[in-house]
């Protein structure tokens, strides 16, 4: 793109036609087409209705127990020897991760603009569907979850808490049985029963209005931590140098870079998953492979997308159940090609380094998915100045991923 970033009104996107640039747009069957219209309209409608709005503030507060607070970490900081980090606390939240923020916003609109009396979702990690899970039972919705049979194997707690919560979770056999397929058998559900169905999408993926309605939902996240950084009693009393956020989907990573888009002097850093490198092609880092990463339409969007020689989707790897996937959100891509966002990767090894360091100098044990950026930000702040300030958004907290750090750690944890 030929836009300076100072000329770019981020405000403005996607426009009537669902796109971010070249990106996002609406890629679906035509019996789809009427209930993605009357989605938009819904919520189009909602974002101006003070009494939904007003809502869902109150549930926000008073159920998931916003705002999450940012955490100076001391000890990680000193350890680096470089940038002062923070970490904007979203494993307090409420179910344990980010993806609450979205489920409640989407249920309660269906619940109070659509009249629909049923729940699909996908889970990779399994966070996006226990929070469904969760406020499916809050607001007594009947709810579905599909997830990939590898995932429902390294996330069983996940699995359990979901069906705990009245949720029935099926197994996908499919592909790759991981989030990808999740994605298809919910969407091949979700046809079939359009008329009491509500698909309710986890991240800034899929057809418009979901990469904007999710980032709309999430943006709450650097909402709160633009103004808690500026705070001098809790916070350092400033914006950050960067921002640091893992990107599967990228609804976390958006949901916290959204408020600083115009601060140029604040750089915004995403961190796919690397898998076991980029040169043996077991991975999930859309942008970091020019051979597998190119544009391309999956599950009805316009992104990157991984690929083989021939065009089909291409089978990922990441230690992260929640980053296991072959594509990117559509903005993600606008963003990058604009240059107001950096990407970069992590590898399991170093993402696993990440988690035993915030264990061990934090006292906070984080999701694997969130482990990606503290990898990288090990890399990040030695190079900074020491009066210099990192945030990175801890998207979840690491209880659904012990039986990964244990089946990979084994004996060695001391």
Not at 290 to 311: A, F, H, N, W
């Amino acid at each position: 793109m030929t836009n300076t970033k100072s000329s770019v009104n981020y405000r403005a996107v996607p426009d009537e036609n669902g796109r971010f640039g070249p990106y996002g747009g609406k890629y679906v069957p035509e019996t789809l087409m009427p209930a993605l219209e009357e989605l938009e309209e819904a919520y189009l409608l909602a974002r101006n209705d003070k009494e939904f709005m007003a809502e869902l503030a109150y549930l926000q507060r008073t159920f998931v127990g916003r705002p999450t607070p940012i955490t100076y970490a001391r000890r990680l900081s000193e350890h680096l020897g470089g940038a002062q980090i923070y970490l904007k606390r979203e494993d307090l939240a409420h179910t344990g991760a980010h993806k609450i923020n979205n489920a409640l916003g989407q249920a309660l609109l269906m619940k109070r603009k659509m009249g629909k009396t049923r729940i699909v979702a996908e889970t990779g990690a399994g966070q996006h569907g226990v929070a469904t899970a969760t406020v499916a039972a809050l607001l007594g919705i009947e709810c579905i979850v599909y997830m990939g049979t590898v995932d429902m194997a390294r996330q069983q707690p996940n699995v359990f808490r979901m069906r705990l919560l009245g949720t029935e979770v099926r197994g996908v056999e499919s592909g790759s049985k991981t989030l990808k397929d999740a994605i298809n058998e919910a969407i091949r559900d979700w046809v079939t029963n359009v008329e009491t169905t509500h698909y309710l999408l986890g991240s800034v993926l899929g057809p418009h209005p979901y990469p904007a309605m999710v980032r709309d939902f999430q943006s709450i996240i650097g909402c709160e931590a633009y103004s808690q950084m500026r705070d001098g009693e809790d916070g350092p009393g400033r914006l950050p140098d960067a921002i640091v956020a893992c990107v599967g989907g990228g609804s976390n990573a958006i949901g916290v870079f959204h408020s600083f888009l115009e601060e140029e002097n604040v750089r915004l850093i995403g961190v796919e998953a690397g898998g076991y490198g980029i040169e043996g092609g077991q991975h999930a880092a859309r942008f970091a492979d020019p051979k597998m990463g190119r544009i391309g339409v999956l599950q009805g969007t316009k992104s990157y997308v991984l690929q083989d020689e021939d065009g089909q989707i291409a089978l990922t790897h990441s230690i992260s159940a929640g980053l296991d996937y072959a594509s990117v959100g559509p903005e993600h891509s606008w963003l990058r090609d604009l240059e107001r966002t950096e990407y970069t990767y992590c590898t399991d090894a170093q993402a696993m380094e990440g988690f035993k360091l915030l264990c061990h100098l934090e006292g906070i044990i984080p999701a694997l998915e969130s482990s990606h950026a503290i990898g990288h930000v090990m890399e990040l702040a030695p190079q900074m100045a020491k009066d210099q300030i990192i945030l990175v958004n801890l998207s979840g907290r690491g209880d659904k991923d012990l039986g990964t750090v244990m089946a990979t750690l084994g004996e060695s944890v001391q």
